[in-house]
T-cell receptor, first 115, second 109 residues
C-alpha cells in the first residue's frame, strides 16, 4: 500500500483567490489522480497527473481552473483558481496500487470552504 | 442515467442484523468491481474486490452479476463499527474508477 499525505488538511478562503494543494506519496508512482468530493456526494475524478507530461482532465474540468503540476514521481499539486463558493469541497489525491494496479489509495483529503 | 447507481440510504439497522446493499452499473464493458468504505470525514478505503464467483471476507460477502449488471454487498452480524458510507466502484478501460454515490449505513445499539 501507499502512504499519501496532503497539505493543507483544510482551509477557508475568500472568493476570487486561489489555493494550491500538495500531495506527497511515499513511493514513486507513474500516475497520480485528483478527485473532488462535494458535500454529501461521491467522488468525481478531476484529472490524471502524469510525470513529465500535461495532466489529462475529465469532462467538466479545465486546466485554467484546476492547474496541476507533477514535477517528480512522488509529488503533485492541484490549484483551485479564482475560487467561488461552489468550489467548497474535499479534494483528494490518490495513486493506484495492488497487483494489477486496480486498487486506489487515497490521501486524507483537503477540506476547502470558500466564503 | 448515472454510470454507477446506489441507494443512498440511510440504512438504519440494529446490532447483529444482516444488511444488504445493491449497486447497478450501466457500462457492460466494465472490467473490475469493488466496494470501498468511507468513514465520516475520512478518505475512502478499499473494503473488498468483487468477483463473478463471489467473494467472502469474514462477515462481508460481495457478489457480481454481470448479466444483470449489478453488484451486492452483504454484511452479517452488523457491528456499531460498520457504520459508514459504502461506495460501489467500477473500473473501465485503463483502470479508471467510477464511483457510485454511496450507501450510508447506521448500525444502532
Amino acid at each position: 500500500s501507499a502512504v499519501i499525505s496532503q497539505k493543507p488538511s483544510r482551509d477557508i478562503c475568500q472568493r476570487g483567490t486561489s489555493l494550491t494543494i500538495q500531495c506527497q506519496v511515499d513511493s514513486q508512482v507513474t500516475m497520480m489522480f485528483w478527485y473532488r468530493q462535494q458535500p454529501g456526494q461521491s467522488l468525481t475524478l478531476i484529472a490524471t497527473a502524469n510525470q513529465g507530461s500535461e495532466a489529462t482532465y475529465e469532462s467538466g474540468f479545465v486546466i485554467d481552473k484546476f492547474p496541476i503540476s507533477r514535477p517528480n514521481l512522488t509529488f503533485s499539486t492541484l490549484t483551485v483558481s479564482n475560487m467561488s463558493p461552489e468550489d467548497s469541497s474535499i479534494y483528494l489525491c490518490s495513486v493506484s496500487g495492488g497487483r494489477a494496479g486496480e486498487t486506489q489509495y487515497f490521501g486524507p483529503g483537503t477540506r476547502l470552504l470558500v466564503l | 442515467r448515472k454510470e454507477v447507481e446506489q441507494d443512498p440510504g440511510p440504512f438504519n439497522v440494529p446490532e447483529g442484523a444482516t444488511v444488504a446493499f445493491n449497486c447497478t452499473y450501466s457500462n457492460s464493458a466494465s472490467q473490475s468491481f469493488f466496494w470501498y468504505r468511507q468513514d465520516c470525514r475520512k478518505e475512502p478505503k478499499l473494503l473488498m474486490s468483487v468477483y463473478s464467483s463471489g467473494n467472502e471476507d469474514g462477515r462481508f460477502t460481495a457478489q457480481l452479476n454481470r448479466a444483470s449488471q449489478y453488484i451486492s454487498l452483504l454484511i452479517r452480524d452488523s457491528k456499531l463499527s460498520d457504520s459508514a458510507t459504502y461506495l460501489c466502484v467500477v473500473t473501465n478501460l485503463g483502470n479508471m474508477l467510477t464511483f457510485g454515490g454511496g450507501t450510508r449505513l447506521m448500525v444502532k445499539p
